[in-house]
Each structure stands twice: as structure tokens, then as C-alpha cells.
């Protein structure tokens, strides 16, 4: 039978060390006070004995479980489907990782898991909660508010009556959308139709506004609702076709949609972009670099977005648990700027 070799103590790492327990744990929980040399010695003694904090005892000291809940608003089939899920995902977990702090993914389908998500986070498990892919109305902003959560979301949130103090990191969808579809009238096309995203989730709807900031006497028939998938983007297309065959262009709301209203085209005989330029919203290599033709398409940083959330998120929750007045103050929202990416699809 294999011997269980002790885990190392505090007093053992303050022996090697040559200091007192006390310092020790304020060393190893991150509090001021202790001298660098010092630190410097209890650091050198923690990496030497692989000495690993007690984590419920950690926990009582600062009061951080140094876990983050990450809430999907969509069902877990759109999710692991989506590109854009895995990257943001990403990037919240790069940040996340490099501050020592574990993600916690919650996705919500329907009422239960409202209900279940709620009780999760009114529990203590979590020191916070990043949020993204919300629909308007959605009762999550209401349930985290109730468990007095720090919060930061991804994308622009809609607060029916609104509310101070809400923290998000965006993409400039309305610009972005803006210089899509000037980037079609600049090549002669004057029948451009818009796909746009599911109209409940703000994104969609800045994107909409920013076709029709362009095309402000475009004909109500060239716009139609899609919900940001393949399967959407080629329903949406055949409508197009239907209501309006001699359509020149068109901007879809994502890549996902553009991929599957080229499939469409392509079915119809319409060639790309000889009869039809079509332009998405994204660009998501994988999808973007292997449609037939590329996909010229506008980029946003979607792993960055992940990035800044879980960035502003430990600021946030530096800045409340800090004895430290240098801690920055409250975070404030962010919009990361859009590119135009041209490749041969317009």
C-alpha cells in the first residue's frame, strides 16, 4: 500500500521560512503588510514544500471563493453549434485561469433553469457573474440583482425602465452594420437586403438600426428576421428570393446566417457576387475563410469582449474586497471598435 505523504502546513512553510505563521497567511492570501524580503522568503519556502492553500480556510480570510459563474442565456444544442460561444468562452477562461480563478458555466433553456441558476448564485458559491447572449426581458438581470451579485455582461443589456450602474463590453454592432452596407452601395448595388439576427437580443437590433441609418427608404419587403443560424439564414434567403428576386446584395447578421443564405444562392443559381454580393457580421475564420466564395464580412473581437468582461468583473471585485484605496474605481463599460474584412463574397 502506497504511504500518504502530509500535505504541508502554514507552520511548516513558516519554519523553512524563518517567519511566523501570521505572515505566512498574509503572504499566501495576498494582504499588505509584509516586507518584500520577507514575502520574498515565504513564496521561495511555498514553492519549495508545494505547499497548497486551504481553500475553505482562504475563503474565511477574504471572504472570495475565487470562483466566477458564466451565464449562457441559450440552451446547451446553440452553444457547443456556435463558434462564437466557444471564443468568448475562451477568452473569459484565458483571464480567468490567469488570475487563479475558476469558471463556472450555467446555461439557461427555460423557467426551471431560471429558477435553478437563481438559487445557484443566492447561495454564495460565486464571488461574481459574467452574462452574455441575453434576450430581452429575460428574468436573469432580476435574479442576479436579487443575490447582489457583481455583475458585468456581455453586450449591450435592455433594461425595461432601466437601471444605473450596469457594467458591459459590446462591439460597435450599429457602426459595423453602417459600414457594411455603404461598403455595397460603394460597389453599385442598390437592392440590398438585411437578415437581420433574433430581434429579442440587442445586438440584432443595432444592427438593424445601422442598415436602416444607411438604407433609409429601403423596402420594408428586403428585411428579414433570421436568429443568427445557418438554418435561419437560408429560411430568411428563400423569403428574400420570394418577396423580392431582383435583389442585388445582401448583409446578414452573423456568418452563421450569410453561410446558410449562400447556400440558398447558390441553389437558385444566383452567382456570388456577380448577381448577389452578400456580406456577414463576425468574421469567424473557420466559417468566413471556407465559405464558397470567402466571405467578406465585418470582424469584431469576440475572444477580447471575453477578455475585457472577466478583466472588469476581478477589477470590480478587487476594488470592493481591497484594504488597498489604490484600487481603481468602479469599472465602466466598454464598446470595442468593428473592421470591415473584404474578401471575394462583395
Not at 472570495?64 to 440552451?75: F, K, Q, S, T
Request: hydrophobic share 40%.
Amino acid at each position: 500500500m502506497t504511504e500518504t505523504v502530509p500535505r504541508p502546513t502554514l507552520e511548516a512553510v513558516a519554519a523553512r521560512a524563518g517567519v511566523s505563521r501570521a505572515t505566512v497567511s498574509r503572504v499566501v492570501n495576498g494582504s499588505d503588510g509584509v516586507r518584500e524580503p520577507l514575502a520574498e522568503r515565504v513564496r521561495r519556502a511555498v514553492e519549495e514544500l508545494g505547499y497548497v492553500p486551504n481553500q475553505a480556510a482562504r475563503s474565511l480570510v477574504t471572504k472570495r471563493h475565487d470562483a466566477i459563474a458564466v451565464i449562457v442565456a441559450e440552451p446547451e444544442t446553440r452553444v457547443f453549434a456556435d463558434p462564437f460561444f466557444a471564443r468568448q468562452l475562451r477568452g473569459i477562461s484565458k483571464e480567468l485561469t490567469t488570475h487563479d480563478n475558476q469558471l463556472v458555466l450555467l446555461l439557461t433553456e427555460d423557467r426551471d433553469d431560471h429558477v435553478r441558476v437563481g438559487h445557484y448564485l443566492a447561495g454564495g458559491h460565486v464571488d461574481g457573474a459574467l452574462v452574455f447572449s441575453l434576450h430581452i426581458d429575460d428574468p436573469l438581470p432580476e435574479l442576479i440583482q436579487r443575490a447582489g451579485l457583481p455583475t458585468v455582461f456581455g453586450g449591450r443589456p435592455d433594461w425595461s425602465g432601466g437601471r444605473g450602474g450596469v457594467v458591459y463590453v459590446d462591439s460597435d454592432n450599429r457602426g459595423g452594420a453602417r459600414d457594411a452596407v455603404r461598403h455595397l452601395l460603394g460597389l453599385g448595388r442598390s437592392r440590398i437586403a438585411h437578415i437581420t439576427g433574433a430581434l429579442d437580443q440587442t445586438s440584432a437590433v443595432d444592427r438593424l438600426d445601422g442598415f436602416r441609418d444607411v438604407m433609409v427608404d429601403a423596402d420594408p419587403r428586403l428585411v428579414v428576421e433570421g436568429d443568427f443560424t445557418p438554418a435561419g439564414g437560408e429560411w430568411a434567403m428563400r423569403e428574400l428570393l420570394d418577396r423580392c428576386p431582383d435583389l442585388d446584395a445582401v448583409f446578414a447578421a452573423n456568418d452563421l446566417t450569410a453561410a446558410g443564405a449562400l447556400r440558398v444562392l447558390r441553389e437558385h443559381g444566383r452567382r456570388v457576387p456577380d448577381d448577389v454580393a452578400v456580406v456577414g457580421f463576425d468574421d469567424m475564420l473557420p466559417i468566413a475563410e471556407q465559405t464558397e466564395p470567402p466571405l467578406t464580412t465585418v470582424r469584431q473581437d469576440i475572444e477580447e469582449m471575453g477578455r475585457l468582461m472577466a478583466r472588469l468583473l476581478l477589477r470590480d471585485l478587487d476594488r470592493t474586497t481591497a484594504a488597498d484605496e489604490n484600487v481603481g474605481g468602479t469599472p465602466s463599460s466598454v464598446i470595442l471598435p468593428t473592421t470591415l474584412i473584404r474578401r471575394a463574397s462583395a
